[in-house]
T-cell receptor, first 116, second 113 residues
Framework: AQSVTQLGSHVSVSEGALVLLRCNYS??????LFWYVQYPNQGLQLLLK??????LVKGINGFEAEFKKSETSFHLTKPSAHMSDAAEYFC??????????????FGKGTHLIIQP | DTAVSQTPKYLVTQMGNDKSIKCEQN?????MYWYKQDSKKFLKIMFS???????INETVPNRFSPKSPDKAHLNLHINSLELGDSAVYFC????????????FGSGTRLTVV
């Protein structure tokens, strides 16, 4: 069984400040981890993913995340926030490997607010 | 070209009606899914199909029935709609190798009145 906990349902940062969105996971098997972004009234867009290669993963729009097995964490960061980053962010987990039809288990999401 | 497409984008209907949402993917993926996003934006898997075979069927009322005519299509039929069915429904697909990732459609906002 797998689960994801996103700390902070709402995070507010000033434009130009560091963005840090927290994600902790629980998995009985090696995980694959994903961050998705959802803009208002839109679908889910993949930001980045960890799939057992490099632990520091770079994604689109200047975001990156680091997989820390010892802390069971996969926090999302961006050095400098833009107004366009305002959106809902979801961390998700699935089991490592191919085959089967395991879906993603999502966290409850973090709403990122950018203050001008 | 849209990778995962859902129709309709919006659906407003009365309680008790039966409705369908269609999903098609052109990525050549083997597995397709339906997710429900509730009013608090929580995403939960409903079903997954692997090459036309039902694999996951979470605790969803049996009024919801997925149908997969081929591995590129996964439709969702909902009978006797209830107010609580109002949500955004997302279709998604994935490759056999999950490292490739999951691609989501743009969602169908269902409103039951």
């Amino acid at each position: 069984a797998q689960s994801v906990t996103q700390l902070g349902s709402h995070v507010s940062v000033s434009e130009g400040a560091l963005v840090l969105l927290r994600c902790n996971y629980s998995s009985s098997v090696p995980p694959y981890l994903f961050w998705y972004v959802q803009y208002p009234n839109q679908g889910l867009q993949l930001l980045l993913k960890y799939t057992s290669a490099a632990t520091l993963v770079k994604g689109i729009n200047g975001f990156e995340a680091e997989f820390k097995k010892s802390e069971t964490s996969f926090h999302l960061t961006k050095p400098s926030a833009h107004m366009s980053d305002a959106a809902e962010y979801f961390c998700a987990v699935t089991a490592e490997g191919g085959g089967g039809a395991d879906g993603l288990t999502f966290g409850k999401g973090t709403h990122l607010i950018i203050q001008p | 070209d849209t990778a995962v497409s859902q129709t309709p984008k919006y659906l407003v209907t009365q309680m008790g009606n039966d409705k369908s949402i269609k999903c098609e993917q052109n990525l050549g993926h083997d597995t397709m899914y339906w997710y429900k996003q509730d009013s608090k934006k929580f995403l939960k898997i409903m079903f997954s199909y692997n090459n036309k075979e039902l694999i996951i069927n979470e605790t969803v009322p049996n009024r919801f029935s997925p149908k997969s005519p081929d591995k590129a299509h996964l439709n969702l039929h909902i009978n006797s709609l209830e107010l609580g069915d109002s949500a955004v429904y997302f279709c998604a697909s994935s490759d056999r190798d999950r490292a490739v990732g999951y691609t989501f459609g743009s969602g169908t906002r269902l409103t039951v009145v």
